[in-house]
């Protein structure tokens, strides 16, 4: 169930004390990465801080972290029981995602966070955690068109959503690549709301960003990498300049390099499950604009060792035509998969695979498609397909879920 509203989360928290402060990230494409780099710089900092994402990747409560580290199960069962009890008592009828974020942010006070570092799970204006009032700083990453049917289809209707979380006289960075309608709108959504200052980060090397590249080797990053970091790196200045004045913040980039982000640009071993000897590729690109991305990674850095071999599920709603167009090149070998039920997110659903062969076919790119019953099996498929040529996970979240916890060795099963 996804309902967009702030009455709810406010009926939840509103005898909740949340002494801790925030920096507030949303955006279509970018914003886990940042509060990755955002959290884990805090942490050097050695100032208490939290993280919390969504979704989660392979257990429900590891959206949520302290101090880089997952929240521990007890904790976070104690305190959810604690949230659902309340919804259940007052009558409020809270959404799994109002839920989460109440346990996320008790959990931040319970456990002394000083700064805690929150991704709007959609849109900005109506997200369950924009009843943060008073954050030290918000950030607003690269927009593009998901979750059209909630957030409305225009990127100038987005970007209006996205927008609500800037706030009177809090500090606001910006992803000045965003599209010159995009900018606009949250430029004029800034005035509105009297935010600021406004920081925008372009893909320049300027006075605002110089100083990050002398700290780090520039080229060792994707260029989308590249102003995530900055945007990252700006957010945290920003909001210590409130509450650390006299903490130095370049000593804090030395983590930046060691810091992952599960599921984007990961390579990791399957051997386990299949024998494969060389890595595979795991990306959660699900719209077309981290499609894209991904696209121009894999074509720089991979198609030299022959046809790509896809393994690849979508959750239903997603248009399949446009990020098979994108991703998949004549000669390629396609997989389609799907997922298994998704903890707490009863709503979500994977296309069936006979629907993304369908797409494949419709598009009249002369490929390789073959079926799989689960993700083992389709991990294995691709191990025998691709000659040990290339391959990529992609296309959802969801599914990268599934490899994650296949090869910690779960049985997984997409049935």
């Given at each position: ?120 799970g959609m849109g ?66 800034a005035k509105k ?191 025998q397909i691709s ?29």
């Open positions: 169930m996804i309902e967009l509203g702030l009455e709810r989360i406010s009926r939840l928290l509103k005898n909740t004390i949340l002494p801790w402060r925030a920096i507030h990230v949303a955006g279509t494409n970018g914003k886990g990465s940042v509060c990755a780099y955002a959290s884990a710089m805090l942490k050097a900092g050695n100032i208490r801080c939290g993280r919390f994402t969504s979704p989660h990747l392979i257990d429900r409560w590891d959206c949520i972290t302290i101090d880089e580290k997952t929240v521990n199960e007890n904790v976070f069962r104690e305190v959810e029981a604690s949230i659902q009890a309340r919804d259940k008592g007052e009558g409020i009828g809270a959404s799994e995602f109002e839920l989460l974020t109440a346990t996320a942010f008790e959990i931040f006070a319970r456990e002394k966070v000083e700064v805690g570092v929150v991704e709007v900005g204006r109506h997200d369950a955690t924009n009843i943060l009032r008073h954050p030290l700083v918000t950030v607003i990453t690269k927009i593009g068109k998901d979750h059209e049917s909630f957030l409305g289809n225009s990127l100038e209707e987005i970007a209006d959503h996205k927008a609500g979380i800037m706030k009177e006289m809090v500090p606001c960075i910006i992803d000045a690549t965003n599209a010159p309608q995009v900018l606009r709108v949250l430029e004029e959504n709301a009297k935010a600021g200052p406004l920081f925008r980060i372009s893909n320049e090397v300027d006075d605002s960003t110089a100083w990050i590249w002398n700290l780090l080797s520039k080229e060792k990053f994707e260029a989308h990498q590249q102003i995530n970091i900055c945007l990252a790196v700006h957010a945290v200045k920003s909001a210590l300049e409130r509450t650390h004045s006299s903490l130095e913040i370049p000593p804090l980039l030395q983590v930046i390099p060691e810091t992952l982000w599960p599921g984007r640009l990961q390579y990791l071993s399957i051997k386990e499950v299949s024998g494969r000897e060389r890595d595979v590729l795991l990306d959660g690109a699900h719209n077309a604009q981290s499609a894209d991305v991904l696209r121009s990674y894999v074509d720089a850095k991979l198609r030299g060792d022959g046809p790509v071999t896809w393994v690849l599920a979508f959750s239903k709603g997603k248009k399949l035509s446009e990020l098979l167009l994108l991703l998949v090149r004549p000669g390629d070998n396609i997989i389609a998969s799907g997922f298994g039920p998704v903890d707490g997110m009863p709503w979500v659903q994977p296309v069936d695979v006979k629907d993304i062969l369908g797409a494949a076919e419709t598009l009249g790119i002369p490929i390789q498609a073959h079926t799989a019953t689960d993700t083992r099996d389709a991990l294995r498929q691709a191990t000659n040990n040529g290339p391959v990529v996970v992609a296309g959802s979240l969801y599914q990268v879920s599934d490899v994650l916890r296949l090869l910690r060795g779960e049985n997984i099963s997409n049935v």
